[in-house]
């Protein structure tokens, strides 16, 4: 038998908040916001997208690793957060995040019909988030009925390493029967997501307008004039450039364009390894 590189792509990993739904990534940042100030402990959005991308115990632990963070803690409780500490609110985060999760559930715009271009390539369409499963069945099942439906969920929490390592974009690959993770592309709005996919030798795409690293509604990223909003890439495209994406792009819906030029460079014989 030969090996024979990949012609095409054969399928697409999808992050989910900032990338297909909740634009600007707001639901996992505002709870964490909230369950800090229940221990009395203030922590910024800024703050709180710092980390995004990770699973969600191991962000509160980056968070507190934080030595600003860590000293408002030990303010209150006299001691610098231990990882008991940090498993207490991580079980405070939790529901509220399940309970809040739906006002920020609307998909983003054109995510539907990118999708759908996907599909009708023959790309399936795999996902992987830095949500627990608890929380990701919830996230699915709004997403479901606004029309969006993956071929396969891989939360955080069903690996042994979430982002970012690669075992979620891995698991993917195994379940949807991809033959080559050369012929995947991983598309996140996050350092860690873009690490995994990087990781899993796949190609990588990263959202630079729609999710944590811009952090604005739809509307407020509309609202930003020509000025501004150069301004807001550039400062983006600088945070990622250490995770080495192959691409950067504003919103899901410049997706296509990414797409057929990664496939003319497989026919070619690149390989995302050698870029």
């Not at 396969?152 to 080559?180: C, F, K, S």
């Not at 983006?236 to 819906?253: G, N, V």
Request: glycine residues 8%.
């Amino acid at each position: 038998m030969n090996y024979n590189n990949p012609t095409q792509l054969q399928a697409a990993i999808l992050d989910w908040a900032g990338t297909v739904v909740d634009f600007g990534s707001f639901a996992p940042t505002r709870i964490f916001v909230e369950a800090f100030a229940e221990f009395d402990v203030q922590v910024s959005i800024e703050e709180a997208r710092g980390p995004m991308g990770m699973g969600k115990w191991d962000h509160i632990r980056t968070l507190c690793d934080q030595p600003e963070v860590a000293e408002r803690y030990r303010r209150v409780f006299g001691r610098t957060p231990t990882d008991d500490d940090v498993t207490a609110i991580y079980k405070r985060f939790m529901p509220l995040q399940i309970e809040k999760i739906a006002e920020h559930s609307a998909l983003i715009p054109g995510a539907l019909e990118t999708i759908a271009n996907l599909r009708q390539q023959g790309i399936k369409i795999g996902s992987c988030s830095g949500y627990p499963k608890q929380v990701m069945d919830k996230v699915v099942e709004l997403a479901a009925s606004n029309g969006y439906v993956a071929d396969h969920v891989v939360a955080t929490d069903e690996v042994p390493n979430g982002r970012p390592w690669p075992a979620q974009a891995l698991a993917n690959v195994i379940a949807l029967g991809i033959d080559d993770v050369a012929a995947c592309v991983k598309i996140d709005d996050t350092v860690p997501g873009i690490l995994e996919g990087r990781r899993a030798g796949m190609w990588t795409v990263a959202l630079i307008c729609s999710g944590n690293a811009l952090g604005l509604t739809y509307d407020g990223y509309r609202a930003l004039n020509s000025d501004k909003l150069a301004s807001e890439r550039k400062r983006i495209h600088a945070l990622f450039e250490s995770s080495r994406p192959h691409y950067m792009i504003d919103t899901i819906t410049d997706l296509p364009e990414v797409i057929a030029d990664i496939n003319q460079r497989l026919a070619n014989g690149e390989m995302p390894q050698s870029s």
